[in-house]
């Protein structure tokens, strides 16, 4: 059986609160997430391995900044990955370098492999999932969330389109998925769900595939909500008001 762990804190005093870096920032997710949150009165730092494309980036964006990925992942509470798959164990290797204790990763890396000339297939990594795999890459303690795979980037990117789906989280400590939803609760529109253990997040990472295929069929951004669910959701931090 699994036990969940003691809370250790998800920030320490010297890691600003209202801080993300997205490491990725420049690809599709990550500059929709940036763009969000910017608008939304958040300080964002978009990463990249090129610091004059973060920079470009940013100076779009109210009150963002860019460069590389190491230099923002400094004393930002929470690092967000963005990047494919395929570059997901390269970058889980080079932030564990710099990584300090007390910051929060969020996961956003669904494993897919393309079929055919258009389709898209789950794959499962050796660890069970991305996110599990990059607790096995990261200095021991550090706070690991999966969310956010199920998010259409082209939605995200259109700040007149307007928002309405729920965000599912995965993590073995509450404190750490707390501050993960209080972030993406300050997206208007997104509301995130508590789906239980980081061993649950392969099954959240697989429904984007499905996800995919059903807007190309139909030709739209579908996301994914849950009926039923209280508002505002039981568990502090996961869920907005009513």
């Known amino acids: 059986m699994t036990v969940t762990q003691p809370d250790p804190s998800p920030t320490t005093r010297t890691h600003h609160e209202n801080t993300v870096a997205i490491v990725g920032g420049t690809g599709a997710l990550g500059l929709g997430l940036a763009t969000r949150w910017a608008h939304s009165g958040v ?72 079929v055919g000339p258009r389709g898209l297939r789950p794959i499962v990594p050796w660890a069970g999932s991305a996110a599990e795999q ?44 707390t501050l993960a939803a209080d ?17 649950m997040s392969g099954v959240c990472e697989r429904i984007t595939a499905l996800l995919i295929g059903v807007n190309r069929r139909y030709k739209t951004h579908a996301g994914i909500r849950l009926t039923g669910l209280p508002e505002p959701l039981a568990r502090p931090g996961l869920g907005r008001s009513a």
């Open 134 to 177: 990059a607790q096995t890459l990261l200095p021991h303690g550090t706070g690991i969330v999966s969310a956010l795979q199920t998010v259409s980037a082209a939605t995200l990117q259109d700040i007149e389109h307007r928002l309405d789906e729920d965000v599912l989280i995965c993590g073995d400590h509450t404190a750490h998925k």
């Open 183 to 199: 972030l993406i609760n300050r997206i208007p529109g997104l509301r995130a769900v508590d789906c239980g253990l980081l061993d």
């Open 43 to 114: 300080n964002v730092r978009i990463g990249s391995r090129r610091a004059d494309a973060a920079q470009s980036c940013a100076d779009k964006l109210p009150e963002a900044i860019g460069g590389d990925n190491t230099t923002m992942i400094e004393g930002a509470a929470a690092v967000v990955v963005a990047v494919p798959f395929s570059a997901h164990v390269e970058t889980m290797r080079s932030i564990a370098k710099v990584i300090q204790p007390g910051q929060l990763v969020i996961d956003t890396t669904a494993p897919l492999l393309p």
